[in-house]
């Protein structure tokens, strides 16, 4: 009696709808083992990017920017995680929405915008000063890492996408791969 009263639905009903293909359970665990592999070898590329930012301070610096970014050092550094927060989001949305040279500038100038403003930032030993020795520097120091470390994975992260896409391996649709 039940049977009756069902309608039966479209074995696919993503396809009935015209909705893109999911990927498979495959290729999702494997973008997962993906990731993790990248905040693996995040871990010991960390301290080669901390190196790098060193090398970057020693480059010359627009007094007066620096100045700007000294008087209002809380302000700064918030803000300098709201742009390496802006680079990461456009590097994302670049490989996902494939926008071509449009995101690949985005992304070179939000990139440059951050490498500046880290350069003129007011260094760590300002909070210090400012704060004493207290939670809320160690606080910043610890964010700063962490933002670093996330953001260094996910720079991997879609590198290696990118790796895999020049091959051909990532973006053919997965009824040709679950095929294979």
């Not at 003129?120 to 000063?129: D, F, L």
Request: hydrophobic residues 55%; proline residues 5%.
């Amino acid at each position: 009696m039940t049977a009756a009263v069902r309608h039966p639905s479209p074995p696919n009903h993503d396809a009935a709808l015209g909705a893109k293909p999911r990927l498979s359970r495959r290729w999702r665990y494997g973008l997962l083992a993906l990731l993790v592999a990248c905040l693996a070898v995040t871990g010991a590329l960390l301290p080669m990017v901390w190196d790098l930012l060193d090398a970057f301070d020693r480059l010359p610096k627009l007094a007066g920017f620096q100045e700007l970014l000294a008087r209002w050092p809380g302000v700064s550094w918030s803000l300098m995680l709201v742009w390496g927060t802006a680079v990461s989001i456009a590097l994302v949305a670049l490989v996902s929405t494939r926008s071509g040279w449009r995101g690949v500038l985005l992304v070179g100038a939000l990139s440059l915008w951050a490498v500046a403003w880290y350069l003129h930032m007011p260094h760590v030993e300002q909070c210090h000063a400012m704060y004493g020795a207290g939670n809320i520097c160690n606080t910043w120091q610890w964010i700063f890492s962490i933002s670093l470390a996330l953001a260094t994975a996910l720079y991997m992260f879609v590198v290696f996408l990118l790796s895999l896409s020049a091959l051909g391996l990532l973006f053919t649709r997965p009824e040709e791969a679950d095929e294979e």
